[in-house]
């Protein structure tokens, strides 16, 4: 986890130092995750414990590429469930969390370039590690999977001044069966702030 902090803090570091020297958005997002699916299976409660990065460049005014990095972490108590690994069953109560580290290259479509509100579409490709821990009592276990994933995305970016603004984005992640562990997907409420260069 201390490994995982070190690491977006040092790439948050590097991609605003980019920044600084072209046409480009750089913010950090405050994120909830609400689980769907496969995922709500396992833990079917919101959570707001998510942090995430992105860069973006513009090729032309409408169109940006880029990149995104995050974590984001479920959790969900559990009471008298029963755990089955292998042959040994366990009963009483059970913490679960997954721990998701979405690593994605990005493009996003701004309609329009006036004016304080810039509505935007984008689309996200890359691979999603997903750790799975389960912790009842001293027995603990833990999976890490990686999965391929889609992430499209809607969003508003609000400028009121030339080098900062805000933005509000809902993102539909995605990732598909793989590596031991069915598709999981969420939903995304990202709020940020954007350094623009």
Partial sequence: MKK?????????????????AQNSLFSINYAVSIPTG???DYID?????GIKLEYQRFLNRNFAIGGELGHYTLYKKETGKVYTEGSASLSG???????????????????????VLKP???LGIGTIAHDRRIDMG?????ETHWQFA????????????????FKVGAKYYQSFSGDGLDGQSN???????????
């Fill in 4 to 20: 995982s902090i070190v690491l977006i803090a040092l790439l948050a570091m590097i991609c605003a130092g980019t920044a600084q």
């Fill in 38 to 40: 496969n995922t709500s």
């Fill in 45 to 49: 409660q919101a959570s707001g414990r």
């Fill in 93 to 115: 109560n059970q913490y679960r969390y997954q721990y998701s580290y979405p690593i994605l290259v990005s493009g996003a479509y701004f309609p329009t370039t006036e004016g």
């Fill in 120 to 122: 935007y579409a984008g």
């Fill in 138 to 142: 001293i027995f603990s276990s833990e």
């Fill in 150 to 165: 889609l992430r499209p995305e809607l969003g508003l970016l609000v400028r009121p001044a030339q080098y900062i603004g």
């Fill in 187 to 197: 939903v995304g409420i990202d709020f940020g702030i954007v350094f623009i260069r």
